[in-house]
């Protein structure tokens, strides 16, 4: 079960990464889908910086995705143990970048305000994680850093579930896009933190109970 869940992750952050890059770097660099949904701003979009906040945006969002995946896996953690020490600061680095982007944009989320308050909270939430997880490291509290970085890379998986969530509403069920994005949003904060205790439940329900490759 272990081995096919960590395989599901794999496989899902590959489509996800590669499907981000398709999207923003080739087939609409310039966001301008995205942009257009964005409508009545308390302030204009400073385009060219707003595309390069965005674009290290997603770079390091996905540098967070792939380094956290490498550091699940026993084998590494046991026989690997500088690049297990140098690839978790990696993926902190890459967090805290993602979060200090994802706060410039904040105030031209789509829906407004709402939105806004909205990525904050999660920033906030996810750096709060990330540095819970350091705290029991450092405490050698070896069990509690795992299920604290398990509850933080669920935290990797945010653009990927807005996304998939706005897309259900506005396309399967006819709501408003701003609508859509709004349920988007909040409900990519709840289920993130309902399938990070579920994953806990499960797989990581006792001390031995760890994903390996």
Request: glycine letters at 8%.
């Amino acid at each position: 079960m272990r081995k096919h869940f960590y395989a599901l992750m794999l496989a899902v952050a590959a489509v996800f990464i590669g499907y981000s890059f398709y999207a923003n770097f080739i087939h609409d660099p310039q966001a301008t889908g995205f942009l257009g949904h964005k409508v009545a701003l308390k302030r204009p979009i400073n385009l060219p910086v707003w595309l390069t906040v965005m674009e290290v945006h997603i770079v390091f969002a996905c540098v967070a995705l792939v380094s956290g995946a490498l550091n699940f896996p026993s084998r590494i953690v046991q026989n690997y143990r500088k690049f297990h020490k140098f690839n978790g600061y990696l993926y902190v680095a890459s967090v805290v970048i993602v979060d200090l982007t994802s706060g410039y944009m904040a105030p031209f989320s789509t829906g407004g305000k709402i939105n806004s308050v909205a990525f904050n909270l999660l920033n906030i939430i996810w750096l709060g994680m990330t540095i819970a997880a350091i705290a029991q490291i450092k405490r050698k509290q070896i069990d509690k850093h795992r299920k604290w970085m398990v509850r933080s890379y669920a935290f990797c998986y945010t653009n990927m579930f807005i996304h998939l969530i706005t897309y259900v509403c506005h396309n399967g069920f006819g709501m408003a896009y701003e609508t859509s994005y709004t349920i988007g949003v909040y409900g990519t904060i709840l289920l993130l933190l309902v399938i990070a205790e579920i994953v806990l439940g499960t797989i990581y329900r006792h001390p031995k109970g760890r994903l390996r490759a």
